[in-house]
């Protein structure tokens, strides 16, 4: 491998210019190297707008591609496991869309696979839960573990906003779509950062009028480890149109954060004793970006060896959690796997 990361694109995605295009002209030693799309004339004409060098015909042909080091894959979620297993069989590191399978059967297997290369071969996987890679999101996990709020009573996190077009992928069960595996998978990673692993006790829906087995709408009630309660909240179409927020209660103060998931646009951070002592807010830098933040870890990870914190193994535990939800609501596991 290079001195240098060159990632391939599988697929022209929408959410690709701002994820991986635009904060790889920021992060040094990592470059955009190709694209791969199944519609050769969309493939041009994305690589024309971004300076993309190299266009692929299929997914296949670009994971064959000497002149590719790491792959960056933001295929529906159906997809994910299936490319992820195919790109570290092709000798390429992984940077896969949240979420990272269908179900946790498919994230296991998975994550044995990135064991594996890793052992065998030193490729990284990673999930691209960017969020994680803000200074915001290590701060709030450090205000909870300081010990500042005392003793953790409630967890509560919700990503809600507004997909009203209801043929998108995102609500294609075939694809593992619904509400839950888009919005509710941020909901559950960021209860995990502030309370530890949850178990799931309850969970109440909506869902789409033609296909009852896609979620528009999730609310869970959940436990954790040391005893405190909480709620993971996600919709793509209720009457809760917008809302990315986190909560965490102690026995002696609560942290409320708004807008955990782009913090670099906006965000507000504060801490509110339980005595009745002054508020504290604070604010952290918007540079670097959580997605730029995100690609230097990735490359970090690649090139040096440095610690992953959306890890294959730390996905599984989040698509556990989430197919305990489906299962509290009644609803068939995306994926169709119960294995």
Same mark, same amino acid.
């Given at each position: 491998m290079s001195e240098n990361l060159r990632i391939g694109l599988l697929g022209a995605a929408a959410i690709a210019p701002s994820a991986l295009i635009e904060p790889a002209r920021a992060v040094p030693r990592v470059s955009v190297a190709a694209v791969a799309a199944r519609d050769r004339a969309r493939g041009e004409a994305f690589a024309r707008?971004?300076?993309?060098?190299?266009?692929?015909?299929?997914?296949?042909?670009l994971l064959a591609d000497p002149g590719v080091d790491a792959v960056y894959i933001p295929l529906p979620n159906g997809l994910h496991a299936e490319w992820t297993l195919k790109a570290l069989a092709a000798g390429k590191h992984v940077l896969?869309?949240?979420?990272?399978?269908?179900?946790?059967?498919?994230?296991? %297997? $998975?994550?044995? !696979?990135?064991? @594996?290369?890793? #052992?065998?071969? &030193?490729?990284?996987?990673?999930?691209?839960?960017?969020?994680r890679h803000h200074a915001l999101a290590a701060r709030m996990r450090e205000i909870v573990a300081s010990g500042e709020?005392?003793?953790?009573?409630?967890?509560?996190a919700e990503l809600s906003f507004p997909l009203p077009r209801f043929g998108d992928i995102r609500y294609?069960?075939?694809?593992?779509?619904?509400a839950t595996m888009d919005a509710g998978c941020y909901a559950v990673h960021v209860a995990r950062l502030l309370g530890g692993d949850p178990s799931v006790t309850s969970a109440r829906m909506l869902t789409l009028r033609r296909d009852p %087995? $896609?979620?528009? !709408?999730?609310? @869970?009630?959940? #436990?954790?480890? &040391?005893?405190?309660?909480?709620?993971v909240r996600a919709s793509m179409w209720s009457r809760r149109l917008l809302a990315i927020r986190a909560r965490a209660v102690g026995e002696d103060g609560e942290l409320r954060v708004t807008n955990f998931v782009m913090p670099q646009l906006y965000?507000?951070?504060?801490?509110?004793?339980r005595t009745g002592g002054p508020v504290r807010r604070e604010r952290l830098p918007g540079r670097p970006t959580s997605y730029a933040a995100q690609?230097?870890?990735?490359?970090?990870?690649?090139?040096?060896?440095?610690?992953?914190?959306?890890?294959?193994?730390?996905?599984v535990v989040t698509m556990g959690v989430l197919d305990d939800i489906y299962r509290a609501a &009644?609803?068939?596991l995306r994926g169709a796997a119960e294995d």
């Open positions: 707008k971004h300076g993309v060098p190299v266009v692929h015909t299929g997914y296949d042909a896969c869309e949240k979420p990272f399978t269908a179900n946790r059967a498919e994230a296991e %297997r $998975v994550a044995d !696979a990135a064991d @594996a290369a890793y #052992a065998r071969d &030193g490729l990284v996987v990673m999930e691209a839960f960017h969020y709020l005392g003793t953790l009573r409630r967890v509560e294609d069960y075939g694809l593992a779509g619904g %087995r $896609v979620d528009r !709408a999730m609310s @869970a009630e959940v #436990a954790f480890p &040391g005893g405190a309660s909480g709620q965000h507000r951070l504060t801490v509110r004793p690609l230097a870890a990735f490359a970090a990870a690649a090139l040096d060896g440095a610690q992953v914190l959306t890890s294959a193994r730390d996905a &009644g609803l068939p």
